[in-house]
């Protein structure tokens, strides 16, 4: 049965009219759907999203936001299976699938429980300390992100239909900015699936999530600065994308994420009989064979010292001899179809251009075996590596990719010698070290690290739990410089700050208190009864604070807290050596036994609201307390974010002071609240 793929804008299904495009299986080569956008009304479009979609987004939360997410991710591994029977058409297997399907409904899980550890309940971010810009303390500074006003485009690549889409609307949802998606046309089917999947939950807000089912037709002119487009494909498409007279004209946002030539290397320590060696070897037809070597990270490249050429080829070539090519379905195959037959016969024609400075040392770009399927009217091709002997005058293995089960293995001549080798690639997503010489792999990140985004240093001691060379993941930056688009995406909350505003916000400490809803030294306090920790987290208001009465520390407190713990550092038991450091004027109380008593002079022992101390922030030690000094403490409720419908977590800032009013130590004391 073929399916008539839907646009889903202005809030409803439509088909698209005209001419629509077919859209066959990689494996059979049979129609499995048709659509196009023909009909739509782009400009109406990003309207919606920005009118409508954007203001219920930023209604929410960022916690609410979160939320919604995590049903998101919910609502895909429910309907999992669904999925998997699509993903068989797009050629690729089922652990190709598990990546793509449940890696995405994962990093949809990731990004909202990051969110909802990391995020305040509140529509502002708050970006680093208040920045002290004139001498009274009377006009302050503080960065903060707010949500763009307009919309995310994104623009999807063919080989992970899900995963490329629920790893973009991850970032934008939770920032707050709707969405446009607009996936690959080779494999539309199942991103259209997942994406009705989402919009089946109801907990999507109006407008904030759009599919388009074909081209972008206009879209482009009716773009603004408050836009962005986040971009994964070909560095053609982008360059052609990005060059759009708008996107110069409006300084629209480009998140670019292309394909690069990835690479890998074996360094100097590794021999053949090394753990490490068995792993390179391992990851390199990994690489090749999973999603058929249709992945933006997959090895390209690979590097080995010239001595080890002979070896390194002889074991690749042996273990991909064992790989079984066919239908994606039959579980006896390792590895299913190229996308398209477009794709294989440009994956041909690009393993003819590298074979211009290269020679095939296994495999064959026309003859194959494959099972359950026709080798002719699937998109199918072997894995392929190559072998370069000169990549010192080579030009093509550089800058040339096969987007498919294709790899070039290559020597080196010194650990100089493979970074430069490296680095001819311009740019990549990802590339891999195996060694178990940390020195080597220090050096490699210094000379390589600014060509790739991302430099995984595998050996036997990591190897076990690695995710492997080809593995984006939702807390690390997916992006790279140079060739590969120099852009990023995911990387925890720093993807979420791509679709956000930060601006630098002036003004007394009152008015700062006021924007970021957290109290800011200098802004008003509350000091009447009670205590603030009789307080439940619903009821407790920023500001509210409490100054502590006066403790004289004495010679004994300082002798009995060294014996009690064992402390007997010099600087607070040995008078003449104490007074020989710089820092101190004799002996000194610890650190830990103001920290002590400043808890003994603030806290309320009686049971009430406050559940929990679970730790301190930004701890700083200022001042040196003597025998005989008296300390007291403000203790200050700084800002406040619930964690669930049972409590909430309260930041307090804490000062302690001296006799003299000079401060001894400064920290935030962090406690969960009952609602």
């Not at 430069?420 to 690639?425: A, H, I, M, V, Y």
């Not at 000091?527 to 009821?539: I, N, V």
Request: proline share 4%; hydrophobic share 45%.
């Amino acid at each position: 049965m073929t399916i008539t793929l839907k646009n889903y804008a202005l809030g409803k299904w439509t088909e698209g009219t005209g001419a629509l495009a077919d859209v066959p299986s990689a494996v059979t080569g049979e129609i499995v759907a048709r659509g196009g956008s023909g009909g739509l009304d782009f400009a109406a479009m990003a309207t919606y999203a920005r009118e409508v979609g954007g203001k219920n987004l930023r209604r929410l939360t960022f916690q609410g936001r979160a939320a919604i997410v995590k049903a998101l991710a919910q609502a895909v591994m429910e309907k999992k299976e669904e999925l998997y029977q699509l993903n068989f058409h797009t050629g690729a297997t089922r652990k190709d699938g598990w990546i793509d399907i449940e890696g995405g409904a994962g990093t949809l899980f990731s990004m909202a429980s990051k969110a909802k550890r990391e995020l305040p309940d509140d529509f502002i971010l708050v970006d680093g300390a208040v920045e002290q810009v004139s001498k009274e303390g009377t006009f302050l500074a503080q960065h903060v992100y707010t949500p763009l006003k307009g919309v995310a485009l994104h623009i999807n690549a063919f080989n992970f239909p899900v995963w490329g889409m629920l790893e973009k609307l991850s970032v934008s949802l939770i920032a707050g900015v709707p969405a446009i998606v607009k996936p690959a046309t080779a494999t539309c089917y199942l991103a259209e699936a997942a994406f009705r999947v989402l919009i089946e939950t109801g907990k999507v807000p109006e407008g904030a999530l759009q599919f388009i089912a074909g081209s972008t037709g206009d879209l482009f002119d009716h773009l603004t600065g408050q836009d962005v487009v986040s971009f994964t494909g070909s560095a053609s498409t982008a360059a052609k994308l990005k060059s759009h007279p708008v996107i110069i004209r409006e300084s629209v946002r480009f998140v670019s994420e292309q394909d690069s030539l990835n690479a890998t290397m074996l360094a100097p320590d590794a021999g053949a009989d090394s753990p490490e060696f068995q792993l390179f070897v391992k990851e390199i037809v990994r690489e090749m064979t999973v999603k058929a070597g249709q992945k933006c990270t997959a090895i390209r490249r690979a590097f080995v010292p010239a001595a080890m050429i002979d070896t390194a080829q002889k074991a690749i070539s042996e273990q991909l001899a064992k790989t079984t090519i066919g239908d994606p379905a039959n579980e006896a195959v390792r590895m299913g179809a190229l996308v398209s037959l477009a794709q294989r016969e440009d994956v041909r024609a690009k393993v003819a251009a590298l074979k211009s400075e290269a020679r095939v040392v296994f495999g064959d770009a026309a003859a194959i075996e494959v099972i359950g399927a026709n080798a002719v009217s699937g998109a199918f091709v072997a894995p392929m590596l190559l072998r370069c002997d000169d990549p010192w005058r080579a030009k093509a293995v550089h800058e040339v990719e096969a987007f498919g089960p294709v790899a070039t293995l290559m020597p080196y001549k010194s650990l100089d010698d493979a970074m430069t080798l490296l680095n001819r690639g311009g740019g990549s997503l990802v590339m891999s070290l195996f060694t178990h010489d940390p020195d080597i792999a220090r050096e490699v990140v210094i000379g390589a690290g600014s060509f790739h985004g991302r430099v995984i240093i595998i050996d036997r001691d990591c190897a076990k739990e690695s995710t492997g060379h080809g593995s984006p993941l939702p807390v690390l930056v997916h992006g790279g410089p140079g060739r590969a688009g120099g852009g990023e995406e995911m990387g925890g909350m720093r993807g979420v700050r791509h679709y956000m505003q930060r601006t630098a916000i002036q003004g007394s400490p009152e008015t700062l208190r006021a924007v970021t809803g957290q109290w800011v030294k200098g802004s008003g306090v509350e000091a009447k009864s009670p205590h603030p920790f009789r307080y439940r987290f619903s009821e407790l208001e920023i500001g509210k604070t409490i100054q502590t009465p006066a403790r004289t520390i004495t010679m004994d407190d300082i002798e009995h807290f060294a014996h009690f713990t064992g402390d007997t550092f010099y600087a607070h038991m040995d008078e003449a050596a104490a007074k020989a450091n710089p820092f101190f004027p004799g002996r000194v109380a610890h650190g830990y036994l103001i920290l002590s008593f400043a808890a003994g002079l603030f806290v309320d022992p009686a049971p009430g609201p406050v559940l929990a101390n679970y730790g301190l922030d930004e701890l700083r030690f200022l001042t040196p307390v003597s025998a005989g000094d008296a300390i007291k403490v403000r203790l200050t409720a700084k800002s406040k974010k619930k964690r669930n419908d049972d409590y909430g977590e309260v930041k307090w800032d804490v000062l302690v002071t001296n006799q003299k009013d000079e401060a001894v130590a400064t920290y935030e004391l962090l406690t969960m609240n009952a609602i």
